[in-house]
């Protein structure tokens, strides 16, 4: 299990991570437009990919560390994408972070997810502040961002390595008391 139950919102569900989700998650987040905007996702991405970041997510859950949804369009629960925090206990923050998948661009359902993972986080696990990062040059992520109530703090110059060449990323933070 990756997550500790679903949270609904007006036209998604997000859910645990499950096994059975393996084959779509390999067919969403293996497009290479996923990968070139995401630190972590490679490309291509296998089946042993997807498996190795259930058991990753599993672990992260257990330790307190981690809470991993995935992003089903309701009622038809087809999955179109995965969100989650990565959790730092001792100073109740959390990285934010997500996918879409393509067909699924444009709906608003990064918006509608990250507004709902936000409130668990910080309803739920008493997180003090999330924050989140995008690649420089990707719009639409800073948008999602902001629309969740997220302020852009800063750029890191060169932060991350994808595919032989350092990208900059872009901060963004909010604080309980700004959500709420």
């Not at 969100?83 to 918006?111: D, Q």
Request: charged letters at 25%; proline letters at 4%; aromatic letters at 10%.
């Amino acid at each position: 299990m990756t997550a500790p139950h679903e949270l609904k919102t007006a036209r998604l569900l997000l859910r645990p991570l499950e096994q059975t989700d393996i084959p779509a998650i390999v067919r969403l987040a293996g497009a290479r437009e996923i990968a070139s905007m995401t630190a972590n996702i490679p490309h291509p991405y296998t089946e042993q990919d997807a498996r190795d970041f259930l058991s990753r997510a599993s672990e992260e859950f257990r330790a307190g560390r981690s809470v991993s949804f995935a992003i089903c369009v309701s009622p038809a629960r087809e999955l179109c994408g995965g969100m989650g925090l990565n959790i730092t206990p001792a100073h109740r923050h959390a990285e934010l972070g997500y996918w879409i998948g393509v067909p699924f661009w444009k709906n608003g359902y990064a918006t509608e997810a990250g507004r709902a993972v936000a409130a668990f986080g910080f309803e739920t696990l008493a997180l003090h502040r999330i924050y989140a990062f995008h690649f420089a040059g990707n719009a639409a992520s800073g948008r999602v961002l902001e629309k969740i109530g997220m302020s852009r703090e800063g750029r890191s110059r060169e932060h991350v390595k994808k595919w032989d060449r350092f990208i900059d990323l872009e901060n963004y933070g909010l604080l309980k008391s700004e959500f709420l």
